[in-house]
């Protein structure tokens, strides 16, 4: 929530330019604050159940001054090694069993789910990068921010 309205009223005010780098934000203290704050982001979303990006991405605009597309695509990046490793862990933890590994009935969507968000991806970044300016995508981020935000809220309470 705090990253998510700090960013709504960073992009009320235009206070930010959103298509341009500030390079005089990439300290060598400055990004080893931001790499321990993603170490803490990677834990908070395995524990949570919530996309890195949803506290990466801020992290990397306002801490290091990146702009607002390099953030996301760095953000977008980063879940192949992500779910890589939540994968095989997934794995682990299930050959781990006193049956031994046992092929999960949800791993059949995995051949058929795999080309589908590739072709999505795909297609979704070439709209993006054509349709798009960078304020509606921010924008975009900022809202699912709070979507996330606010699920996160009702499956503490509920």
Same mark, same amino acid.
């Given at each position: ?11 009320? =005010? ?19 604050? !931001? ?6 982001? *990677? @834990? $908070? ?11 990466? !991405?801020?992290?990397?605009? &306002?801490?290091?001054?990146?702009k607002t597309r390099?953030?996301? +695509? ?8 992500? /779910? ?9 933890s299930h050959a781990?069993?006193? *049956? ?9 969507l995995i051949p058929?789910?795999? %080309? ?6 795909? $297609?979704?970044? =070439?709209? +993006?990068?054509? /349709?798009? =300016?960078?304020? %509606? ?8 921010? @709070?979507? /996330?935000?606010?699920?996160?809220? &009702?499956?503490?309470?509920?």
């Amino acid at each position: 929530l705090v990253f998510g309205a700090y960013m709504l009223w960073d992009w009320v =005010r235009n206070a930010r330019d959103v298509d341009g780098d500030d390079d005089s934000r990439m300290t060598p203290a400055r990004l080893a604050a !931001v790499n321990a704050a993603t170490v803490g982001s *990677g @834990f $908070l979303s395995g524990s949570m159940g919530i996309g890195g990006g949803l506290l990466n !991405v801020p992290l990397l605009v &306002y801490g290091l001054g990146r702009k607002t597309r390099k953030a996301i +695509g760095t953000s977008s990046l980063l879940i192949i090694p992500t /779910a890589a490793m939540g994968f095989v862990a997934y794995l682990v933890s299930h050959a781990l069993r006193s *049956g031994g590994l046992a092929w999960p009935p949800e791993f059949v969507l995995i051949p058929i789910l795999f %080309p589908v968000v590739f072709i999505g991806a795909y $297609l979704g970044s =070439r709209w +993006g990068l054509q /349709a798009l =300016r960078t304020r %509606p995508v921010a924008l975009i981020f900022i809202l699912v921010l @709070f979507i /996330a935000a606010a699920k996160l809220v &009702y499956d503490l309470i509920a």
